[in-house]
C-alpha cells in the first residue's frame, strides 16, 4: 500500500482512536515510510532553492505527524509489555519492524526489575542464592585432624571446641573451611567411632 501524508494522517486518526490497540501495518511499513520520507526531503531541497514556504512547512507537518505516530504506537507497546509481562508466551497483534525487539526489550527489562524488587522485598530468592543456602544447609562428616578451640561459624552460630579424632557433622560451608586448612577430612558414614 502506498505512503502518503494523507494515508499517514488516517494512521495518526486511527492510532489516537484505538487507546490500546495497535493500527495493522503491513510487515514492511516503515521501509515504505522512509523511502517516501527520503523521497520528500528531495522535494524540500528544492523547496529551499524555491524559497517555497508552503512545501517547507508541509514537511515540517510531516516530520511531527511521523514524530506522532511512532510516539503513540510506542506508548502502546510499552503498556502491552506491561500488561503481559506475566504471559511470556503472550505476544500482541500488529507489531512491525523494530516494534517487535522494543515490545521483547520492554517485557525482558521489566520482569528483570520486577524479580529484584521481589528479591529486594524478600518475596523471591536471589539467582544463586538458592544454591548458596543449599550448600549451607547441606552438612558434612568431618574427623578433626587438630584440636579447634570453639568458634563462631558463618552462620553465626558457635561450634566447637572440637578436640583431635572426634567426628563432628558440620554444615558444607564450615567443613570446607577446616578442610582447605587441614583441620578436617570427610569421613563416610561408616566412621561413627566417635560420633
Known sequence: MEINYSRLR?????EKQSRTRLTPLEPDFYRLLREY?????????????EQDIQ??????NLVKLVNDIIAIRQRKIVSL???????????PENLVGW?????RDVVETVRKYR????????LKEEEGKKEEEEKRLK???????KAIPEFIGTDYKTYGPYAAGEIAELPQEIADILLVRNLAE?????DNTHA
Open 115 to 122: 524479580d529484584s524488587a521481589l528479591v529486594f522485598v524478600g
Open 186 to 190: 570427610v569421613v563416610g558414614d561408616e
Open 10 to 14: 488516517n494512521l495518526y486518526r486511527l
Open 99 to 103: 516494534e517487535k525487539d522494543l515490545y
Open 37 to 49: 520520507i527520503e523521497g520528500e526531503k528531495k522535494e524540500v531541497d528544492l523547496a529551499w532553492q
Open 139 to 145: 552438612t558434612v562428616r568431618v574427623k578433626i585432624l
Open 55 to 60: 512545501r517547507l512547512v508541509l514537511f515540517a
Open 81 to 91: 509489555a506491561l500488561a503481559s509481562m506475566f504471559d511470556e508466551a503472550w505476544e
